[in-house]
């Protein structure tokens, strides 16, 4: 099994469902500029598996997700400003369990 992830910068995301969609791409010397960006974190099948959102340069949420076989997301923790992280579970279709 292959363990590479692949890091990319966004401007946003889009949609309210997990795992949030992360849009408009930016090149990693485009981030120096920015005082707010999304750092995504793909797994080697190109899968979202988590994001840190940056904000003058501190990190002010974190999401990393966990998928099962199917694809279906199978758990989100989210870590807030606050340190404070909540932990959602999928059943394997992917509804909250």
Do not use: C, W
């Amino acid at each position: 099994m292959n363990n590479k992830q692949t890091t990319r910068y966004f401007v946003t995301y889009s949609g309210v469902k997990l795992p949030f969609n992360l849009v408009t791409e930016l090149q990693e010397h485009e981030v120096q500029n920015r005082n707010t960006f999304f750092k995504g974190y793909f797994n080697a099948s190109g899968r979202l598996s988590g994001f840190d959102k940056l904000a003058y340069g501190d990190i002010e949420l974190q999401h990393r997700y966990s998928y099962h076989a199917n694809g279906k997301l199978s758990a989100a923790e989210i870590t807030d400003i606050d340190g404070e992280v909540t932990m959602l579970v999928f059943d394997m279709e992917g509804s909250p369990a």
